[in-house]
């Protein structure tokens, strides 16, 4: 047993590590001929203790690769640790000591993978300890195995899209003319906070009128007027794993014949590119799929971002949707799908939601309609 000269101890109950993350990790190392990964940055770090974490200056996380063993090594005395099952958790005053001690238990590791920040922490005591050693960075190892979710990581972005159908159906309910688009994203925000996503990964945006037709548009000033077009967008994280919705409506009962069909169009391309989404094919086919409806609908030169990405502990991670993109979608990966028309000075429209790509086929994470609300 590793560290046992070291005073450590097991978490006794709490969280416990995902097993199919951590299995997942151990078989990228193997095939990599990676040894050791050493981790100090706190994306990282959550993603492989499987909860939200902050690390401290002082602190590391190392994963052996042939036991699957997880060390967290600190110098915090004041932070209960204890809800961290299934890793060994070294407190000691000095950690340049705990550190050495696993170090030590390695004989002489011939590929240990480091991140940015460990690598200005502790990167100077590995090359005197293993001058040898060949040293790769940890971020891509770490990237490559967060594509795929796990069935937890899945749970728990189910849990945030829910948050986030839940609160564009208030959005419905509650949208009006004489509020401005930075009044109503501050209620959006503030739903949101009261479902526990204390923070979006962007400011929420309400593109009204005109504004819509703007893809880059920041919510500003401009009061909700009777027959305006509206795009709302907002995302963010519930326990570390995100949501981002999008849906477009229209303040009034009657839309214009040119809304009608642009709204179709999006929403066509959307369905087409929803159905491409299988194992096997790249990322480019779905968004050349998307793309090609709404070409050949003659709006093509108004859509002008990538079809989707992925999304998970970060709002927007791989895979990447887009025509530039040669990455294969596997089993367990999660996207949204975004596509839109806009019209510069006249109105857009842009639909999206979280799909999971399971074997069988895609499904869908947010499942707010997207039939054309009129308010």
């Keep these: 047993m590793l560290m046992a000269e070291l005073h450590h101890f097991n978490g006794p109950g709490g969280v416990a590590l995902d ?18 990964i050493i981790i100090a940055e706190s994306k990282a770090c959550s993603y492989l203790l499987d909860q939200p974490v902050a690390i401290g200056r002082n602190e590391l996380v190392v994963f052996v690769a ?6 967290w090594i600190s110098d915090d005395f004041t932070k209960d640790r204890s809800p961290l099952s299934g890793i060994t958790l070294i407190q000691e005053a000095n950690p340049e000591q705990s550190f050495k001690g696993v170090l030590r ?34 971020e891509h190892i770490i990237q ?14 189910k849990k945030a899209s829910a948050v ?6 208030k959005v419905f309910r509650n949208i009006a003319t004489g509020m401005t688009e930075v009044e109503m ?28 037709g703007d893809p880059t548009h920041k919510s500003g000033t401009r009061v909700l007027a009777d027959g305006d077009v509206i795009i709302v967008d907002y995302g963010g994280p519930l326990a570390g794993y995100n949501c981002d919705l999008t849906r477009t409506l229209i303040l009034g009962k009657q839309a ?72 294969i979608l596997e089993p367990g990966m999660v996207i949204s799908l975004e596509p839109g028309i806009y019209l510069p000075g006249n109105f857009g429209v842009r ?25």
Excluded at 147 to 153: F, H, S
Excluded at 195 to 209: D, E, L
Aim: aromatic content about 6%; hydrophobic content about 40%.
């Design 19 to 36: 097993l199919e993350k951590i299995d997942r990790l151990g078989k990228a190392c193997h095939n990599l001929g990676i040894e050791l």
């Design 185 to 212: 994203a501050r209620r959006i925000d503030a739903w949101l906070n009261e479902a526990g996503i204390n923070k979006t990964y962007f400011r929420t945006i309400v593109a009204s009128g005109p504004n819509s």
């Design 105 to 138: 238990q390695m004989n002489h590791p011939a590929k240990v993978a480091m991140d940015a920040s460990a690598i200005k922490k502790m990167g100077f005591m590995i090359d005197r300890m293993f001058p040898d050693c060949n040293f790769v960075p940890a």
């Design 66 to 71: 042939e036991t699957e063993e997880v060390f």
């Design 256 to 327: 214009p014949d040119e809304l009608v069909k642009v709204y179709q169009t999006v929403l066509q391309a959307f369905e087409t590119a929803f159905t491409t989404v299988k194992p096997g094919v790249m990322a480019k086919t779905i968004d050349l799929a998307a793309r090609k409806v709404i070409g050949k609908a003659g709006f093509g030169k108004y859509f002008p971002h990538p079809t989707g990405h992925g999304i998970g502990l970060d709002g927007h991670e791989d895979p990447v949707i887009s025509a530039a993109s040669h990455m």
């Design 164 to 169: 986030a159908d839940r609160v564009m159906e």
């Design 351 to 375: 639909l999206e939601d979280i799909i999971v790509l399971t074997e069988n086929g895609p499904e869908y994470i947010t499942r707010q309609t997207k039939v054309l609300q009129r308010r």
């Design 144 to 157: 490559l195995c967060r594509r795929r979710k796990t069935a937890k990581e899945v749970e728990s972005l």
